[in-house]
């Protein structure tokens, strides 16, 4: 019979549908459903539910009740990722033995695993296979004064302001004031009462200088841009890259790991000399454009290439062309449904203090369009505030015109981990009603874990083959040992973790000396040599074969 389950998390209550089933002799209590986050809903909800399994459907214990085949990603709620994050340990409430803090999450063995996976991926794309891209890896607090120098200081703030009927705090837009009702409940917010909200965070460095934590990673690599460009003996057009925390104390952090107070960017500034011609090919890739002009008319976005959004001048310049396609192309290699991103112009009164122009590669969450990423051009601005406030010399030498000048950032790609991390676990979450489990189908790059070993049962010839394939797949990659439950038990945890290939050991292994190793996806199977094994797996992993090609198909 299912039973509701109350959660706190983070101070909230979230409601649950669990049922107890009986597997593999032992009585284990099963998800069904999310109910949400008030009690007298969430029963309506349950009943609904109930009676839905009662009347329409006879349930497979412990399976909620069988729906159209699954050809796409299934689209769930960001409460029931969070919830499934938690589950297979992606990630945590940080504090969370203690009711968690809003806005501060930690990531578990697989979510580490995946964040790292997409961090390297990242580094490997925007660094290691460009010649005009470098890294560096600046600190979290620095001089003060950096923060005045690029206008933080003054003018990274939020409007706050309390609802009059539900009391809840909101952030809202200077131009709002007086204008807007309460989010939550419509209710009229105390303008009387709006309050200007720094949102860096403030510590003290040694007895009392005052310092913050970084609100992006960008000003540090403003601030090395000298040394940079000398010690790397970078010819412009080139890009500082880096990734790293940044703090922003939000007044309302929500939806998961989409909006928190402490999180990841991957960021890269490329200077140009100012009137410089782009001079890469914009690859033929096609996305839904969201023009500031048109968003302006309430016309709908349209799907268009890159190119053509350039030629048509709705996107201006080439150089910015180039990058939002090149960002959206990370996204795409990496597996991502290319049919939930678009990108959209910032309207002038949407700019931030530094941008000229500036446009948003968007993901459609479950919670609507909301931005990825920023891809800006900041122009001069940022080295002319620093060359302004720390009286040093930022230009650079033209050997050619043999003049000195300060280069722009005609584009600045701004990306975080975490809503890069939702992207992927979205577009991935399939519930595979066939298989009646969760099978995550992440790019096998992006895996936490890239194969899972099983000896087919629990003896030590078996183990001894089983072991010597760990040995050696365990030198390169994150693998695992698996030997409880039936076979069946095994892949099912291993599709819900996202791990692409699972490699068993079994009376046929003893004769030839091989495995068989399965697809996560199509769950076909192929015969292969323990000695071909990590080759096979490295081919598998940047699919440089295709699975059926790696092996004898059974
Ligand atoms: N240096 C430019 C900059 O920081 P931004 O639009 O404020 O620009 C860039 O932030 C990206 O950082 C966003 O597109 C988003 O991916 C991520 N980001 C910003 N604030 C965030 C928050 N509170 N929580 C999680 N990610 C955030």
Redesign the pocket.
């Known amino acids: 019979m299912p039973f509701i389950v109350k959660k706190r998390i983070n101070g909230n209550d979230y409601y649950y549908l669990r049922q107890s089933i009986r597997e593999e002799g032992k009585v284990v209590s099963k998800y069904l459903a999310y109910l949400g986050k008030n009690r007298g809903e969430a029963e309506k909800k349950a009943k609904e539910i109930m009676n839905n399994i009662e009347t329409n459907q006879k349930i497979v214990a412990g399976n909620v009740p069988k729906t159209e085949e699954p050809t796409e990603a299934t689209k769930i709620s960001v409460d029931d990722m969070a919830m499934f994050c938690k589950r297979k340990g992606f990630v945590y409430a940080s504090g969370e033995i203690y009711g968690g803090l809003a806005g501060f999450w930690d990531f578990g063995p697989l979510g580490a695993e995946l964040k790292n996976n997409l961090k390297r991926e990242w580094w490997k794309y925007h660094v290691y296979s460009r010649e005009d891209v470098v890294g560096i890896d600046g600190s979290i607090i620095t001089h003060p004064m950096v923060w005045k120098a690029s206008g933080h200081v003054d003018s990274f703030s939020d409007v706050f302001v309390v609802c009059k009927e539900c009391k809840k705090p909101s952030k809202i837009d200077r131009a709002e004031i007086g204008k807007v009702k309460c989010i939550n409940c419509q209710g009229e917010y105390d303008f009387a009462n709006a309050k200007d909200f720094m949102l860096m965070f403030k510590t003290t460095v040694g007895l009392d200088t005052l310092a913050y934590l970084r609100p992006?990673?960008?000003q540090l690599i403003f601030a090395d841009f000298k040394s940079v460009s000398e010690n790397s003996r970078a010819k412009l057009p080139f890009g500082i890259a880096q990734i790293g925390k940044?703090f922003?104390n939000?007044i309302a952090?929500r939806d998961f790991?989409?909006?928190?107070?402490e999180?990841e960017?991957m960021?890269i500034e490329y200077f140009v000399k100012p009137g410089e011609d782009c001079p890469y090919e914009i690859p033929n890739e096609e996305i839904l454009v969201f023009s500031a002009e048109a968003q302006e008319k309430a016309e709908e976005p349209v799907k268009m290439k890159f190119k053509e959004a350039l030629e048509k001048g709705i996107i201006k310049k080439k150089w910015h062309a180039y990058w939002l396609s090149n960002e959206f192309l990370f996204f795409k290699n990496l597996g991502a449904n290319t049919d939930n991103f678009r990108i959209r112009q910032h309207a002038k009164t949407e700019l931030?203090h530094y941008s000229s122009d500036c446009w948003?590669l968007e993901y459609n969450f479950p919670f609507g369009w909301k931005?990825?990423?920023?891809i800006?051009d900041r122009s001069n601005y940022d080295l002319k505030q620093h060359e302004k406030f720390s009286k040093k010399d930022l230009t650079v030498f033209d050997e050619e015109t043999k003049e000195r000048f300060l280069p722009e950032v005609i584009c600045?790609p701004?990306?975080?981990v975490?809503?890069a991390f939702l992207v992927f676990m979205f577009d991935a979450y399939h519930d595979d009603k066939k298989r009646n489990n969760i099978v995550l189908k992440l790019h096998p790059k992006l895996s936490p874990v890239k194969a899972a070993i099983f000896p087919i049962i629990k003896k030590p010839e078996f183990e001894e083959i089983a072991t010597k394939v760990l040995s050696i797949l365990n030198q390169e990659w994150n693998v695992l040992y698996d030997k409880s439950g039936s076979i069946g038990r095994r892949y099912a945890r291993n599709d819900e973790a996202g791990t692409p290939y699972c490699i068993t050991i079994d009376g046929d292994s003893l004769k030839n000396n091989d495995v068989t190793i399965r697809d996560r996806d199509t769950t076909q199977q192929i015969r292969v040599k323990v000695s071909d094994v990590k080759d096979v797996l490295r081919k598998l992993i940047n699919r440089e074969i295709e699975f059926e090609k790696a092996g004898r198909k059974l």
């Not at 790991?257 to 107070?261: G, S, T």
């Open positions: 992006e990673t960008a940044a922003r939000e952090p790991i989409f909006r928190n107070r999180f960017q960021e931030a948003d931005e990825l990423e920023g800006a600045e701004s990306l975080g975490e809503r």
